[in-house]
């Protein structure tokens, strides 16, 4: 059985199963392969800076050390703030109850990239003309861990979606906050798949 | 920061700043005295003793199963655990060796796993161009409609570079907030294609957001690849 979510709001329940929105689920996705000369498909391995060792895929495995190069297992880690003090675990969101007490403007909304986007179900109705054209929010957490996301919770042609994200800090600025462009800049992005009407 | 051209209502176009926000992390994992952890990848197995080859090396399984009992073939006791760095991906045969002369095709699919088309893998080819100014398109969206209707998953805020830019780009924002909407904008020569960051980088549908405190602005750069609907009922991935 798919897990719930328990949101409340007005000191009423709502037990809703979230099914997650992605591209694929929409519009498809595409595979690409590489062919070799006679257009039968390659497999991919890889090689190291020497060229003498071949790697398949599933033939790395990944590890910590301490900086003199010990083994260190991940059960002796511990989890810091910026500060070093030691962080707090925030219990999974499956866990309870997330009470919807929690207001924001569309502009604080839009402050945020939203990285996930569900869609919730269950008896939403009730829900629906509650929240409105409201926007809820509340610290998400998957599983039980150190740091949760800001999460929303909206309404959106009568049905009511879940979007994930993350804070990022802009910031206004006036005529002395000129800004210095840098031709060599260059930004990392992931990849990924188009829009279908693209 | 990097530069973009820009359009605005009047069709006069500038060229301004642009940067991301990179969230800051709040937790890091450290040793129990405080101390940084360094994380590493290591070797667990070569292609010359994972099973393809093994089979092939001993003719079948059954062959390879006695081997597996008497000897150990699938180890190998000089490299295994090393640190590796700096791996370059390669395309291989059957045989498993490197294939150096490959083509790329795309398989493109429909949500219920079907193939809807295969056709030679085209890179995507980056369109913000100075020398092209991304366009406004007219095409204006409440924000209260928009955020109901797109996953926003990529922003930029821009950034005037002058005293010139700074009142082009204060007087978007200043539009865009009073109409308290968001302005779709378009790049490429007819400047109605999605903007692609760099070659090889993904289309997003972008849009204009303004606002303004006083003589401050904020102007910001949403992108978007994903509508907010719901999945239909023959969408099921295999």
């Not at chain 1, 006679?38 to 895929?57: A, H, L, R, W």
């Not at chain 1, 945020?112 to 409105?132: F, M, P, Q, R, T």
């Not at chain 2, 040793?31 to 001993?58: A, P």
Request: net charge negative.
């Amino acid at each position: 059985m798919a897990r719930e979510l328990t949101f409340q709001l007005n000191s009423s329940q709502f037990p809703l199963s979230p099914t997650k929105i992605d591209r694929s689920k929409l519009y498809g996705w595409t595979e690409t392969k590489a062919m070799d000369a006679q257009n039968v498909e390659c497999k991919t391995f890889y090689m190291d800076n020497s060229g003498t060792i071949m790697i398949p895929k599933g033939g790395i495995s990944y590890g910590i050390v301490d900086s003199s190069g010990k083994w260190v297992n991940k059960t002796d880690l511990q989890a810091v703030y910026n500060d070093g003090t030691p962080a707090q675990i925030i219990s999974s969101s499956f866990s309870a109850p997330i009470v919807l007490d929690k207001k924001v403007t569309i502009e604080e909304f839009l402050d945020h990239a939203i990285d996930s986007i569900y869609e919730l179900n269950g008896e939403i109705s009730e829900l629906v003309k509650l929240i409105g054209k409201d926007i809820y929010t509340f610290t998400y957490c998957y599983r039980d861990d150190y740091e949760g996301n800001p999460a929303f919770v909206m309404e959106s042609k009568g049905k009511l979606y879940l979007l994930v994200g993350q804070r990022l800090d802009f910031e206004f600025i006036g005529i002395e906050q000129t800004g210095i462009v840098s031709e060599d800049e260059t930004e990392e992005v992931s990849d990924d798949i188009d829009f279908s009407m693209m | 920061m990097r530069e973009i051209n820009i359009t605005n209502a009047n069709k006069r176009d500038a060229r301004v700043g642009f940067e991301a926000s990179i969230p800051e992390k709040k937790i890091k994992f450290v040793l129990k005295d405080g101390g940084e952890k360094k994380s590493i990848k290591l070797l667990k197995t070569t292609l010359d003793i994972e099973l393809s080859s093994l089979v092939k090396k001993y003719d079948n399984l059954d062959n390879l199963s006695a081997v597996l009992i008497s000897e150990d073939p699938e180890i190998d006791y000089e490299r295994s655990g090393m640190m590796v760095n700096d791996l370059k991906k390669v395309y291989g045969d059957d045989n498993n060796k490197v294939v150096y002369q490959i083509h790329l095709e795309d398989v493109i699919k429909n949500p219920d796993n079907t193939v809807k088309e295969t056709k030679a893998h085209v890179e995507t080819a980056g369109n913000i161009d100075i020398d092209i100014p991304l366009n406004w398109t007219g095409k204006m969206i409440p924000k209260e409609q928009a955020i109901r209707s797109y996953v926003f998953a990529r922003k930029y805020q821009l950034k005037h570079v002058n005293g010139l830019t700074y009142d082009f780009l204060y007087d978007i924002a200043k539009t865009l907030d009073e109409q308290k909407s968001m302005m779709l904008i378009g790049a490429g020569k007819k400047g109605i294609e999605p903007l692609i960051f760099q070659n090889g980088g993904t289309p997003y549908r972008a849009f204009l957001e303004g606002r303004v405190k006083g003589p401050q602005y904020l102007l910001l750069i949403h992108l978007t690849n994903l509508e907010i609907k719901e999945i239909t009922q023959n969408t099921d991935k295999q």
